[in-house]
């Protein structure tokens, strides 16, 4: 669903462009609070993740394919001010180096691939573990959920701002029906991929998942032949890892193994049709004032090494080199984030007179 330049005018692309620099301060803030020793050395790892899945589109419907949005899935696994970041690094790395989103429209894409999809999801995710039973099943459930809901959310947004800002005449009800009925298809692939990660990392690590802090399920004990708590049950007492899995080392590894090997190898095998924005706006009209990428030379540019012919070599490439890129970037902003953390809790020093 990535916006390209002239489908929103300039004066709406330029107030999404305020939106978005707004979540991303108070994101930065609010991620201060969500980053901890566990959690921050994995958000940049989060961000890759959902580079590498982004690549691998999937067919939905009558020549449509979609792919993660992701909003959810970081939200869920780092918090969602932090998750807002995440998406938000890879969006950046995708415009700048392989010329995917418009650069003026980058705040648009921010503000709704990010933005929405990550409040829309956590928010929904939250509410239903509060009346869902107090397991690792449920936080997958609630992930499903939330991930599925949050698709077609982003594209409701889109349909919003391209009514204030659309630069073509299009029935702005034709518009709502068709993005609104792919994304929901396109959703049930984003659930799909959502809970399954959830549901691998809660399994080894629960104590990495931000969204399953304080689930830990009240230990019952059969009294007379009815259950009831446990003495001493808490339900803010975090949930042990398996000691097998308590490295963060290994953690992060696979996940960048895992990463590398689905931008690199997998996307080559990922769906050529157009994904759920480009369809609707090829076959409404959306797109007659499109703009050319002010990257499109880049040697990055649609996935591929430039002059390397072998288009497995050339786009596996591609995707490797994002990946590292994203690991870094995203890595280097939380380490920032984190050391502002540390800092600002560290006793001040004072000055005494005698």
């Given at each position: 669903?990535?916006?390209?330049?002239?489908?929103?005018?300039?004066?709406?692309?330029?107030?999404?462009?305020?939106?978005?620099?707004?979540a991303i301060a108070v994101s930065l803030r609010g991620a201060r609070r969500e980053l901890d020793e566990r959690t921050a050395p994995l958000a940049g790892l989060v961000a890759a993740f959902i580079f590498a899945v982004q690549m691998l589109n999937f067919p939905v419907a009558a020549g449509t394919s979609g792919h993660l949005l992701g909003g959810a899935l970081a939200a869920i696994l780092v918090g969602p001010c932090t998750g807002v970041l995440c998406v938000s690094v890879v969006l950046l790395m995708q415009g700048i180096l392989f010329a995917d989103g418009g650069l003026t429209a980058l705040g648009v894409n921010i503000t709704?691939?990010?933005?929405?999809?990550?409040?829309?999801?956590?928010?929904?995710?939250?509410?239903?573990?509060?009346?869902?039973?107090?397991?690792?099943?449920?936080?997958?459930?609630?992930?499903?959920?939330?991930?599925l809901t949050s698709v077609p959310a982003a594209a409701l947004a889109f349909?919003?701002?391209?009514?204030?800002?659309?630069?073509?005449?299009?029935?702005?009800?034709?518009?709502?029906?068709?993005?609104?009925?792919?994304?929901?298809?396109?959703?049930?692939?984003?659930?799909?991929?959502?809970?399954?990660?959830?549901?691998?990392?809660?399994?080894?690590?629960?104590?990495?998942?931000?969204?399953?802090?304080?689930?830990?399920?009240?230990?019952?004990?059969?009294?007379?032949?009815?259950?009831?708590?446990?003495?001493?049950?808490?339900?803010?007492?975090?949930t042990p890892a398996p000691v097998a899995a308590r490295s963060h080392r290994k953690v992060w590894i696979t996940g960048l193994v895992a990463s590398l090997?689905?931008?690199?190898?997998?996307?080559?095998?990922?769906?050529?049709?157009p994904d759920g924005l480009e369809k609707v706006a090829s076959d409404k009209?959306?797109?007659?004032?499109?703009?050319?990428?002010?990257?499109?030379?880049?040697?990055?540019?649609?996935?591929?090494?430039?002059?390397?012919?072998?288009?497995?070599?050339?786009?596996?490439?591609?995707?490797v080199i994002g990946v590292g890129v994203t690991v870094v970037a995203g890595s280097a902003v939380f380490w920032a984030v984190r050391r502002r953390r540390s800092e600002d809790a560290s006793p001040t020093s004072t000055e005494t007179t005698v």
């Open positions: 669903m990535h916006v390209p330049d002239g489908f929103i005018n300039a004066p709406t692309s330029a107030v999404t462009g305020v939106v978005a620099a707004g709704d691939m990010a933005i929405v999809t990550t409040v829309v999801a956590y928010a929904l995710f939250r509410g239903l573990v509060k009346v869902l039973p107090r397991t690792r099943r449920s936080v997958t459930v609630a992930s499903f959920v939330a991930a349909t919003l701002l391209y009514w204030i800002g659309g630069t073509t005449d299009v029935s702005i009800g034709k518009v709502a029906t068709a993005m609104i009925g792919v994304h929901v298809l396109i959703g049930i692939g984003e659930a799909a991929i959502t809970a399954l990660t959830v549901g691998a990392v809660i399994a080894v690590r629960p104590d990495l998942v931000y969204g399953a802090r304080g689930l830990r399920q009240r230990l019952k004990l059969r009294v007379n032949g009815e259950l009831v708590d446990a003495p001493g049950a808490s339900d803010t007492e975090p090997v689905l931008a690199g190898f997998v996307s080559f095998y990922a769906s050529a049709n009209g959306i797109d007659e004032k499109a703009k050319e990428h002010a990257n499109a030379d880049s040697p990055l540019a649609d996935y591929g090494v430039e002059d390397i012919t072998n288009a497995r070599v050339s786009g596996g490439l591609a995707g």
